[in-house]
């Protein structure tokens, strides 16, 4: 078995490698003058989750949005970015961000190895399984002479990004395993605690999971139930009284996918088709595992096919669970059962082989896409002088920049901003609005007001724009200064 074993962290350390493929690309492309942050799937999302880690480096568990003026309380809430902070301290925030990507890339192809060995006793099935977690990819297809994946709309489902997408999404699908492993005993109420809080999507699909074996078996698992609800619970709380949850309720239902259940079943592949044939054969095994199996692999089918058109929810929170892994279980029971299965694999591997092409030609497409954002290359410079601000002043003071910037400093600095991250600036028409006219200096009566509606303490300049030493009755005073990058404080004269 030991061998086995080291088969299976080789191939996963080596794919988790691979599926940073668009990120090394971009590494190897920064320009001189400029430093590459990692950056990771949507810009404002990926800082937004650099500033969460910032203020876990902190000590705040507690979090809040830097990216608009106003100071909301700090809830309790996406818990493990801070958490990643907290214990990483003196490493810099994007490289905590990406270590977390290839630990629980890692971590979620183990935990799935090390369920494929509960589920099956032969060496040869196990590894059958993981391969098939790894090789069942999304359907290909030729469009206008390139080829495409099924699901090409999201990220989360590229053949090789999701292997290292976004990390609690990651972390969450471990913790997942982990209370399927351990299912019935007394740890497994903490894993189903920690995938609910880490995501909540992850969360509802074990919820699902759990009713669904329930259904079968006449049993009810109270506390695991109770566990992976009560973050929900939470989660519902905020978003009805707090932003910028209030917001994300708000744009939820609009974040919409192509995503019907023929669509799902193309992204599935073959494996797909083969894992619901299986299902009557699994369900006769009557195993507690297998019934949570059948759970799991049937939760986006039921939530895309059904649940999606009554729910207030984006459709892409059905397919955050790592669908495939129960998928590629199912289909080895009834692969198992045939004498030609190296012709099925065969067959597996020309559906999926075009897949990781088309997902390689599309990340160098990306790469030539964000090579042309400056959020994406921030200069030496800038990034400097961002750096800067932790040292100066105290933490959430407001530093007003342009919008690009805005979306960086919260990242990288103790500092928020008056205009970030399009969900999380509060107001922010009003906000763009408020920063034109400060950057403007034309009414001084309108300057006045906003910086002192919004307790401007800052203001950042590049050397195109020189400020004046005195304006609508406040002092701008120069006190950080390098070639791209200059921060006046704002006082009020008395």
Same mark, same amino acid.
């Given at each position: ?12 350390l ?7 493929h ?12 400029? @430093? ?18 910032? /203020? ?6 507690f979090?809040t ?11 309790? %809430? ?26 629980f ?16 006793q ?7 399984a ?9 359907? #290909?297809?030729? /469009? ?7 699901? &090409? ?8 990004? $999701? ?32 995938t ?25 698992p ?16 905020? /978003? &009805?009284?707090f932003?910028? #949850?209030?917001?994300y309720? $708000? ?29 009557p ?6 195993s @507690?595992m ?5 759970g ?19 459709n ?8 495939? @892994? ?10 198992s ?5 190296f012709?099925?694999l ?6 999926? @082989? !075009? ?7 599309? &990340? ?15 200069t030496?410079?800038? %990034? ?5 601000l ?25 500092k928020?901003?008056?205009?970030g991250? !399009?969900t ?5 028409d ?10 403007a ?33 406040f002092?701008f005073? !120069?006190?950080?200064? &390098? ?9 009020k004269?008395?």
């Amino acid at each position: 078995m030991k061998h086995v074993w080291f088969l299976v962290v080789c191939v996963s350390l080596l794919i988790v490698t691979l599926s940073l493929h668009e990120t090394w690309l971009l590494s190897l492309r920064t320009p001189l003058h400029a @430093i590459y942050p990692f950056i990771h799937g949507y810009t404002p999302d990926y800082y937004y989750y650099l500033s969460l880690i910032e /203020q876990g480096r902190e000590g705040n568990f507690f979090v809040t949005t830097r990216f608009t003026s106003e100071q909301f309380p700090r809830l309790f %809430v996406q818990t493990f970015y801070p958490v990643l902070g907290f214990f990483t301290p003196g490493v810099w925030t994007p490289t905590v961000y990406l270590g977390a990507r290839i630990v629980f890339g890692f971590l979620l192809l183990i935990f799935g190895f090390m369920l494929a060995t509960k589920l099956f006793q032969k060496s040869s099935l196990q590894l059958f399984a993981f391969t098939l977690m790894i090789i069942g990819v999304p359907l #290909w297809f030729i /469009q206008d002479g390139n080829i495409w994946t099924a699901g &090409n709309f999201w990220r989360g489902l590229e053949p090789l990004g $999701r292997i290292t997408f976004l990390p609690h999404h990651l972390a969450a699908n471990t913790f997942f395993i982990g209370a399927i492993l351990l299912f019935p005993l007394w740890p497994s109420v903490f894993f189903a605690f920690l995938t609910s809080w880490t995501n909540p999507a992850s969360g509802l699909a074990l919820l699902f999971t759990l009713t669904f074996y329930s259904t079968l078996r006449r049993k009810f698992p109270l506390l695991i139930f109770v566990a992976a609800g009560i973050p929900l619970l939470i989660f519902s709380w905020y /978003q &009805n009284n707090f932003f910028p #949850w209030t917001e994300y309720k $708000r744009i939820e239902p609009l974040w919409r996918y192509p995503l019907d259940l023929f669509t799902y079943f193309k992204i599935m592949n073959i494996g797909g088709v083969i894992a619901l044939i299986s299902v009557p054969w699994v369900l006769k095994k009557r195993s @507690i595992m297998w019934d949570l199996i059948v759970g799991w692999f049937f939760w986006p089918i039921v939530g895309i096919g059904f649940l999606q058109y009554f729910i207030p929810m984006s459709n892409s929170r059905y397919i955050q669970a790592a669908y495939y @892994i129960p998928t590629a279980f199912l289909a080895v029971v009834w692969l198992s059962r045939k004498k030609s299965i190296f012709f099925w694999l065969i067959l597996l591997a020309a559906t999926s @082989i !075009p897949s990781f092409y088309a997902n390689i030609k599309f &990340n160098e497409s990306m790469v030539s896409e964000s090579s042309q954002k400056l959020a994406t290359y921030p200069t030496k410079d800038l %990034v400097t002088s961002i750096d800067w601000l932790n040292s100066y002043g105290n933490p959430d003071d407001l530093v007003v920049a342009p919008e690009w910037i805005s979306s960086i400093i919260p990242a990288l600095s103790n500092k928020r901003v008056m205009l970030g991250h !399009p969900t999380l600036t509060y107001q922010r028409d009003k906000k763009q609005i408020d920063m034109n006219a400060l950057y403007a200096f034309g009414d001084e009566k309108e300057v006045a007001r906003v910086i002192s509606d919004h307790h401007v303490s800052l203001i950042w300049t590049d050397w195109t724009l020189k400020m004046p030493e005195t304006f609508a009755g406040f002092k701008f005073t !120069p006190v950080f200064t &390098n070639a791209q990058v200059t921060y006046y404080q704002v006082t009020k004269i008395p």
